[in-house]
Each structure stands twice: as C-alpha cells, then as structure tokens.
C-alpha cells in the first residue's frame, strides 16, 4: 500500500514594528501560482517549522524575525493547486527595510485596510482571520473536516 501524505509548509504575517500601524509584507509570487502571498514556503526534511518560518522569511524578504506566536494551521485540501499542503502560520515581528529574494519577484509593505485582492492560496482567509484577531481578540475557529 502507498501512503500519500501532505507536505508541510509554513507562512508568517509579518508585522513591521519599527513602522505606524504595523504595516505587514506581502510578497508577489515570481512562480504559479502567480499574485500576492504571505512569505513562506515548505519545510525541508530534518528542519522545524520554527527553523523553516524564520529561513523562509529571510530567503523571501531579506528581513530577520521575530517569531511571536503559532497561530494558525491551515489545511484544506485545496489550499495549494499545486498539491495538497499544510501550513502552519506564524505572527512575526521585524524591522528595516525588505528586499524581495528567492521565489518572490517583489515585496512590499501594506496597511491591512488595504491589502491587495488577488491573493494566492488560502492567504485572503488567513489574513482575514488575522485581522480578527489582531483588531478584535478573535482566534480562528477550527475548519470543519
């Protein structure tokens, strides 16, 4: 029998706190699915999900952070086009100016009232529940199976 299972990821909002309103990074994607995401990326064999957040945010954004807290896992079959994923999302803090790297043709700062619409993945749920939280005290709900 052949097990297939999904293959972990993991994505951050990343919060400028050296910034009014804490702005926080997005990046546009320079491979498909193409459009806005949240820095992350998969987590390599032998790597936590704290060691991978922390590298990914790196190689994406050229930004050192801070990992504040484990917020949310997201899980959908259909989160991902590409195949069947699942992400554990950080909230981060960092400070200085992004460069875009690796998989990200661009970075660039936004307030969350105005967050750009084409989003890949799950990302405008996730950000949507972040602002939830970060605005009102609301931590996700659990996703019905």
Not at 48 to 71: D, I
Not at 113 to 119: D, V
Not at 127 to 138: I, S, T, V
Request: hydrophobic content about 40%.
């Amino acid at each position: 029998m052949t097990y297939r299972n999904p293959t972990p990821t993991v994505d951050l909002v990343i919060e400028l706190v050296d910034r009014i309103h804490r702005p926080i990074l997005l990046i546009e994607r320079l491979n498909p699915p193409h459009g806005w995401a949240l820095p992350g990326g998969f987590v390599d064999y032998g790597e936590s999900v704290e060691t991978a957040a922390v590298r990914e945010a790196e190689e994406e954004t050229g930004l050192a952070v801070v990992l504040v807290e484990q917020f949310q896992v997201y899980s959908q079959p259909q989160r991902d086009p590409r195949q069947h994923t699942l992400s554990v999302v950080f909230i981060a803090t960092a400070t200085g100016t992004p460069q875009a790297g690796d998989d990200a043709q661009k970075v660039q700062i936004f307030d969350l009232w105005a967050l750009p619409t084409m989003l890949c993945f799950d990302h405008d749920r996730i950000l949507a529940d972040y602002c939830a939280y970060r605005f009102h005290g609301h931590r996700p709900r659990l996703q019905e199976p």
